[in-house]
Antibody, heavy 115, light 110 residues
């Protein structure tokens, strides 16, 4: 069955960096675009970034543009989110999800940015 | 980035019908339609419908989606206690080159 498992979260200080990973299985990863979506505590869903099936196209929310980079390694069936210059407002549960609907979601990983 | 507009809350009785709305514009909902997701507290979202009324396998026929112009709707018939959750609409915005979400509607089943 389709499964996605996020890792790499944790608590970091403002201004630092973190890289999230999303290991996918149960489908042909290299045939699907992938999203990162986040949800701040008690808030709604916020789209973060989208990458095409082959990595050639990448799209970002204005709130993370220039700070976050989405990438993928199709040989490892893994999606990444490199997060730089983290701010307190980036605190959220981060989900990876299969594009485009998005139809399948990981369980999410918590990122806390706090001094 | 502008999002989609959803009412914050809707309350309906057990076995009644609830209709949730999602308003966008010609660049998102009015272009390629909307997807609907359900999220229970502490759980990841689950896709209910995409491109207006395509249901993934395993999703109950009690959930049906539609669109009129730039407004998408999700109708849930025969409300059950387990339908109490947050519901989000989402769509690709071709002018922003961005995926957008609505703010979510909290459905309460009385």
């Amino acid at each position: 069955q389709v499964q996605m498992v996020e890792s790499g979260g944790g608590m970091v200080q403002p201004g630092t960096s973190l890289r999230l990973s999303c290991a996918a299985s149960g489908f042909t990863f290299s045939s699907h675009g992938m999203h990162w979506v986040r949800q701040a505590p008690g808030k709604g869903l916020e789209w973060v970034a989208l990458i095409s099936y082959d990595g050639s196209d990448r799209y970002y929310a204005d709130s993370v543009k220039g700070r976050f980079t989405i990438s993928r390694d199709n040989s490892k069936n893994t999606l990444y989110l490199q997060m730089n210059s983290l701010r307190t407002e980036d605190t959220a549960v981060y989900y990876c999800a299969r594009a485009h609907a998005p139809d399948y979601w990981g369980q999410g990983i918590l990122v806390t940015v706090s001094s | 980035q502008a999002g989609l507009t959803q009412p914050p809350s809707v309350s309906k009785g057990l076995r009644q019908t609830a209709t949730l709305t999602c308003t966008g514009n010609n660049n998102n909902v009015g272009d390629q339609g909307a997807a609907w997701l359900q999220q229970h507290q502490g759980r990841p979202p689950k896709l209910l419908s995409y491109r207006n009324n395509n249901r993934p396998s395993g999703i109950s026929e009690r959930f049906s989606a539609s669109r009129s112009g730039s407004t998408a709707s999700l109708t849930i018939t025969g409300l059950q206690p387990e339908d109490e959750a947050d519901y989000y609409c989402s769509a690709w915005d071709s002018s922003l080159s961005a995926w957008v979400f609505g703010g979510g509607t909290k459905l309460t089943v009385l």
